[in-house]
């Protein structure tokens, strides 16, 4: 029995160390989120990247791997966000004709969406005393992961902080667009998506995917240049709110 | 699954990131690479309809992409001490109203600017 035991516990040390188990990992923990996600009839509330996350991170924790550790695993994922950003030119080109409809309108939304969601995170981050540090780092958050990582560094944000919060903003727009969106009594699903897509980058445009193949190219569309539009917007007005605020 | 399409969005996105690189822009490649794609896709409607499938696969696990910088909350949590709190408020109030404003602005922008004849055709 105990050499048994003491022969699995090599395995498992083994095992820990290879970047197989963070990749297998996350591959697992994403299908049973999904599972869980069908079986609830795809209420926002069952995010499927806000279960995966709780389930690896408890898994972690519970076996005591360092996040470098898993993340030699899961880089492999990871890495597959640049060519399914690139991807979502494909929803945008569907769209064409309605975006081109559209411009102007999307344009005005995008700009109101992106300063709102720049400027309040900001500001209530100042009124509740955080560190310049997490100002910077919360300026970007709705845009997608790469831009927003890329902004905080070039004004003394965490990237790392960052990379979370805009994961964070993602789930949060995700799982609570449903109920704002329906107590606005906004129910066009270009105008639903697009307003996820500029609130809540990637994460809002794979929930827009899950409700319709025309919110989503919305969502894409409202992803892509809202990405565009922080990597301006930010260092135009970030300097003047620090300013202003004299930090 | 298509290998050919798959290699092309590599090299779009090798597009992008080197455009990035060469003119100093401060958007990051992927979403320059992305631009080009729609253009190339337009300039050649055919090579939309032969990337199709491959584009749409990767698009419909968009979400697992996301786990492994999520799961960095783990290594972040120890730079949020103090901060936690004005980080949440911060996060969940500026998510809601960037959602209903961006939205509430799109419709009216949508129900004023655009022409009359194409607005029947809009509503669901």
């Known amino acids: ?247 | 699954m298509n290998l050919t399409s798959l290699a092309l969005l590599l090299v779009f996105q090798c597009l992008g990131e080197g455009a990035a690189q060469l003119l100093g822009l401060p958007i990051p490649g992927p979403v320059i690479g992305m631009l080009l794609l729609l253009l190339s896709f337009l300039l050649f409607p055919r090579l939309a309809d032969f990337m199709e499938q491959t584009s749409w696969g990767i698009l419909q696990h968009l979400s697992l992409l996301f786990v492994p910088a999520g799961v960095g909350v783990i290594a972040a949590s120890g730079q949020l001490k103090g901060d936690l709190g004005a980080i949440v408020v911060a996060l969940v109030v500026s998510t809601v109203l960037a959602i209903a404003v961006g939205a509430l602005v799109t419709q009216w922008a949508m129900k004023r600017l655009r022409p009359a004849a194409d607005q029947d055709r809009e509503q669901p």
């Open chain 1, 1 to 247: 029995m105990m050499p048994g035991l003491h022969r699995l516990t090599d395995v498992w040390v083994y095992l820990a160390a290879s970047p197989l188990l963070g990749l297998t990992t996350t591959l697992v923990a994403y299908l049973v989120a999904l599972q869980l996600y069908q079986r609830l009839r795809f209420n926002p509330l069952a995010n499927p990247v806000l279960i995966a996350i709780a389930i690896v991170v408890s898994i972690l924790v519970i076996t005591g791997t360092p996040y470098k550790t898993y993340f030699e695993g899961a880089q492999f994922v990871h890495f597959m966000l640049g060519p399914a950003t690139v991807a979502l030119a494909m929803p945008l080109y569907r769209q064409w004709r309605n975006f081109r409809r559209a411009v102007l309108p999307l344009l005005l939304g995008l700009a109101a969406g992106s300063v709102t969601a720049v400027v309040t995170a900001v500001g209530i981050a100042y009124a509740m005393g955080a560190s310049r540090q997490v100002m910077v780092s919360l300026a970007p958050k709705s845009a997608t992961t790469p831009i927003a990582m890329a902004i905080s560094e070039r004004f003394g944000g965490l990237p790392s902080l960052t990379a979370v919060l805009v994961i964070c903003t993602g789930i949060l727009g995700a799982v609570l667009a449903r109920y704002i969106l329906n107590f606005l009594r906004i129910d066009s699903h270009p105008v639903r998506g697009f307003a996820l897509g500029v609130a809540s980058h990637g994460i809002g445009t794979a929930r827009a995917l899950q409700v319709s193949a025309e919110m989503g190219a919305f969502a894409g569309l409202g992803m892509g240049l809202n990405g565009v539009f922080t990597a301006v917007l930010v260092p135009v007005v970030m300097p003047l709110m620090l300013r202003w605020i004299g930090s």
